[in-house]
Nanobody, 120 residues
Framework: QVQLVESGGGSVQAGGSLRLSCAAS?????MGWFRQAPGNDREGVAV???????SYADSVKGRFTISRDNAKNTLYLQMNSLKLEDTAKYYC?????????????????WGQGTQVTVSS
């Protein structure tokens, strides 16, 4: 089992920045951030493996940066130039195996989520 605890969500004006953090109880090969807005499916925002390979959704490329500190088992998401459509609950997730992609089905472990609200 892996416990994941997110922090860093909040409210920000459009164009602003937020940094999310996720503390994991142990190492996992692949970790990622997903988000879900009301009425929408949960979508993969960005993922990273332990070697630093990353994958981003097109909607966040150039604005969001995912990173991890393997020594601390901590995952980060730096979000810049935030838009109204980035408003969602953001979830940290980790896989149980050695595959890494933004496919939601690979992720066995999930945090409780942290709300990000972007206003005009």
């Amino acid at each position: 089992q892996v416990q994941l605890v997110e922090s860093g969500g909040g409210s920000v004006q459009a164009g602003g920045s937020l940094r999310l953090s996720c503390a994991a109880s142990r190492y996992t090969y692949c970790m990622g951030w997903f988000r879900q807005a009301p009425g929408n499916d949960r979508e993969g925002v960005a993922v990273i493996n332990s070697n630093g390979w990353t994958s981003y959704a097109d909607s966040v490329k150039g604005r969001f940066t995912i990173s991890r500190d393997n020594a601390k088992n901590t995952l980060y998401l730096q979000m810049n130039s935030l838009k109204l459509e980035d408003t969602a609950k953001y979830y940290c997730a980790a896989t149980s195996g050695d595959v890494c992609s933004r496919y939601r089905g690979y992720f066995a472990y999930w945090g409780q989520g942290t709300q990000v609200t972007v206003s005009s």
